[in-house]
C-alpha cells in the first residue's frame, strides 16, 4: 500500500524557534497533501491543505505567516512551523491523497513537537 | 459547518464480544466516509471507506454501514480481540477532500 513518512518524528525546541517537518509520499505521486494538528486526547484538526506549486489553503483560524507550508514537488510537503512558542506543542500529522476513484487519504506517523 | 460526534468515547469491553462503535455528522452533504485506527502516539491506518452512494464495506471482522439520509455510521467489530485495542476516528470527506473528523472512540479490549 501507499506509504507516507514523515521527519522528524519527534523534536523539542525552545521558544522562539523554527521547526520545518516534512511530510514525503514515497512510493506515489500525491496530487494533494494535508496538515493535521491534534492535541492531547482531542481528535485532528484540519490546518490547511497543500497542492503541488500552488499556495497552501489554510483553515479558518490557522495563521498562515505562522504555519509556512511549501509543496515543493508531488512526494514532498513541508511545514515549518515559525517563532514556535509552547501553545504550538503538538502532534502533527500529514496526509497525501491518492487521486484514485477510492479518494482515500494515506496519513504519515505523526511530528510530536514540544517547544520549551 | 459540518461537526462530527463519535460514541461512546470510551469502550472497554473482555475479549470475544462484538460492538458497535457509531459516528453522526450534522450535514448529509458529504462524499464519503472514512473509518481510522490511531494508536498511542501514532498515525492513522485506513480501516474502511464507504463513498457516498454506497450502504456499507466489509474488511475481515469490520463493517461499515453508511445512512446518509440520517447522518450516521456504525463500525461493527466481531469477534474483538486484545490487538483491536486502540482509538477508533470516524471522518467525513466533502467534494474538496478535506477530512472532518471525530472526536474518537478508545476502544479496550480486555484479554
Known amino acids: 500500500g501507499a506509504v507516507v513518512s514523515q521527519h522528524p518524528s519527534r523534536v523539542i525546541c525552545k521558544s522562539g524557534t523554527s521547526v520545518k517537518i516534512e511530510c514525503r509520499s514515497l512510493d506515489f505521486q500525491a496530487t494533494t497533501m494535508f496538515w493535521y494538528r491534534q492535541f492531547p486526547k482531542q481528535s485532528l484538526m484540519l490546518m490547511a491543505t497543500?497542492?503541488?506549486?500552488?499556495?497552501?489553503?489554510?483553515e479558518q483560524g490557522v495563521e498562515k505567516d505562522k504555519f509556512l507550508i511549501n509543496h515543493a514537488s508531488l512526494t514532498l510537503s513541508t511545514l515549518t512551523v515559525t517563532s514556535a512558542h509552547p501553545e504550538d506543542s503538538s502532534f502533527y500529522i500529514c496526509s497525501a491523497r491518492v487521486g484514485t476513484i477510492q479518494e482515500t487519504q494515506y496519513f504519515g506517523p505523526g511530528t510530536r513537537l514540544l517547544v520549551l | 459547518k459540518q461537526e462530527v460526534t463519535q460514541i461512546p468515547a470510551a469502550l472497554s469491553v473482555p475479549e470475544g464480544e462484538n460492538l458497535v462503535l457509531n459516528c453522526s455528522f450534522t450535514d448529509s452533504a458529504i462524499y464519503n466516509l472514512q473509518w481510522f485506527r490511531q494508536d498511542p502516539g501514532k498515525g492513522l491506518t485506513s480501516l474502511l471507506l464507504i463513498q457516498s452512494s454506497q450502504r456499507e464495506q466489509t474488511s475481515g471482522r469490520l463493517n461499515a454501514s453508511l445512512d446518509k439520509s440520517s447522518g450516521r455510521s456504525t463500525l461493527y467489530i466481531a469477534a474483538s480481540q486484545p490487538g483491536d485495542s486502540a482509538t477508533y476516528l470516524c471522518a467525513v470527506g466533502d467534494s474538496s477532500y478535506k477530512l472532518i473528523f471525530g472526536s474518537g472512540t478508545r476502544l479496550l479490549v480486555r484479554p
Open positions: 497543500s497542492n503541488e506549486g500552488s499556495k497552501a489553503t489554510y
